[in-house]
């Protein structure tokens, strides 16, 4: 859990291996760290949500709920609505948070931005834009909504849509990611690590730690590694190389 590998493909995994997984005591400690995180999470405002957040996921988990993630095979799913709570955006307007039994909205994690789209209610009295998807504890996956129109209820049936080109301009930043660390390992060498990274449909950012002279001349040469084996079609490259002029590193 401390390093998001999910259960079911660390029992996989081993399984393969002949390798045994104490499920049981898996749980315990996973038990015994929601319990210290609410210690943490005790004040007001968002730490108070926070902890409210771990208790619905108690509750979901209890009551074999807990959201289904099916993003990565479908960009469109009908759910049902297991929570709603009112909430504020930034500038003032009304937001409407929401879990769902099922879900093709993939939540922020690993420095990717969440999904946007579209839900609306099978009986048609429902409709709101999905400006974000967080995950604010690891079980559940959170869609924040602006109603368009009606009010959404627990219990109401709906159909979610992932908004695909955005989508696929998340995922080709995110290969880009892969392919840039690709890149600088194979000019700086294996010792590069990657530090941090920001992915969303506008842009890319990618932090990596690095300690030999030269660096400049040797990133030079990995972007242009990047762009041959990139797509000629975009301009997120030279962005990037822009982004760091203006940092002034060369």
Same mark, same amino acid.
């Given at each position: #859990?401390?390093? @998001?590998?999910? %259960? $079911?493909?660390? &029992?996989?995994?081993? *399984?393969?291996?002949?390798?045994?997984?104490?499920? +049981?005591?898996?749980?315990?400690?996973?038990?015994?760290?929601?319990?210290?995180?609410?210690?943490?999470?005790?004040?007001?405002?968002?730490?108070?949500?926070?902890?409210?957040?771990?208790?619905?996921?108690?509750?979901?988990?209890?009551?074999?709920?807990?959201?289904?993630?099916?993003?990565?095979?479908?960009?469109?799913?009908?759910?049902?609505?297991?929570?709603?709570?009112?909430?504020?955006?930034?500038?003032?307007?009304?937001?409407?948070?929401?879990?769902?039994?099922?879900?093709?909205?993939?939540?922020?994690?690993?420095?990717?931005?969440?999904?946007?789209?579209?839900?609306?209610?099978?009986?048609? #009295?429902?409709? @709101?834009?999905? %400006? $974000?998807?967080? &995950?604010?504890?690891? *079980?559940?996956?959170?869609?924040?909504?602006?109603? +368009?129109?009606?009010?959404?209820?627990?219990?109401?049936?709906?159909?979610?849509?992932?908004?695909?080109?955005?989508?696929?301009?998340?995922?080709?930043?995110?290969?880009?990611?892969?392919?840039?660390?690709?890149?600088?390992?194979?000019?700086?060498?294996?010792?590069?690590?990657?530090?941090?990274?920001?992915?969303?449909?506008?842009?890319?950012?990618?932090?990596?730690?690095?300690?030999?002279?030269?660096?400049?001349?040797?990133?030079?040469?990995?972007?242009?590694?990047?762009?041959?084996?990139?797509?000629?079609?975009?301009?997120?490259?030279?962005?990037?190389?822009?982004?760091?002029?203006?940092?002034?590193?060369?």
């Amino acid at each position: #859990d401390t390093f @998001g590998f999910p %259960l $079911d493909l660390t &029992r996989t995994i081993c *399984e393969e291996r002949g390798i045994s997984v104490d499920e +049981k005591g898996f749980e315990t400690h996973m038990e015994k760290q929601r319990e210290e995180s609410r210690k943490h999470w005790k004040g007001t405002g968002d730490q108070v949500l926070a902890a409210e957040w771990y208790q619905l996921s108690d509750q979901l988990k209890k009551a074999g709920k807990l959201p289904e993630f099916v993003g990565y095979e479908h960009l469109e799913a009908t759910g049902e609505t297991l929570a709603v709570i009112p909430s504020q955006a930034e500038d003032g307007s009304l937001l409407t948070l929401a879990v769902f039994s099922k879900t093709p909205f993939y939540g922020e994690s690993g420095g990717q931005t969440g999904d946007r789209g579209r839900v609306r209610s099978e009986k048609g #009295d429902f409709e @709101g834009e999905v %400006l $974000d998807v967080q &995950r604010p504890v690891p *079980e559940l996956i959170v869609a924040h909504l602006k109603p +368009k129109r009606g009010i959404l209820k627990v219990g109401d049936r709906v159909v979610q849509t992932v908004e695909s080109d955005t989508r696929a301009l998340t995922a080709r930043n995110h290969t880009a990611t892969h392919m840039l660390q690709w890149a600088l390992r194979s000019v700086l060498g294996n010792h590069v690590k990657q530090a941090g990274s920001l992915v969303t449909p506008e842009l890319l950012r990618f932090d990596f730690s690095h300690r030999i002279r030269g660096f400049l001349s040797h990133l030079l040469w990995g972007a242009s590694i990047f762009e041959k084996r990139g797509d000629h079609q975009n301009d997120r490259l030279s962005k990037c190389l822009l982004s760091l002029r203006f940092d002034g590193l060369f």
